[in-house]
């Protein structure tokens, strides 16, 4: 396994929920990283992000290790879950829920339920 693989596969070990992403949490540097960064920050979950920029072998590592072209990508317990698209259908269909919960993520039901109602 490559170094990029390695640091990738210890990183979605560590934490139970990991956004590989354009820029942090706190200052995203796309809109489709704004976009799943602002679901999961409004739903009050607590994961580490992964800055794609700060890293040109991660950044080219993660669409390898996932056999996924683009960023973001999300990860829960391990598992690749997908990118921008599939993540705001997730929310809206109330599939992010139900895979948090039965992967014992922690979240907001509330604000997710507000995101569902302002976007019907």
Do not use: H
Request: charged fraction near 25%; aromatic fraction near 8%; hydrophobic fraction near 35%.
């Amino acid at each position: 396994m490559s170094d990029a693989n390695t640091q990738i596969q210890e990183t979605i070990t560590k934490s139970d929920v990991v956004l590989f992403m354009k820029g942090t949490k706190e200052m995203p540097q796309c809109g489709f990283s704004s976009r799943v960064a602002g679901v999961l920050n409004y739903m009050g979950v607590d994961y580490s992000d992964v800055n794609v920029l700060a890293d040109e072998e991660i950044r080219q590592g993660i669409k390898d290790f996932s056999d996924w072209p683009t960023i973001p990508q999300l990860y829960v317990k391990g598992e690749f879950v997908g990118g921008c698209d599939i993540i705001t259908e997730m929310t809206l269909s109330g599939e992010l829920d139900t895979l948090f919960e039965q992967n014992g993520v922690t979240y907001d039901k509330d604000a997710a339920d507000k995101i569902r109602e302002a976007n019907g």
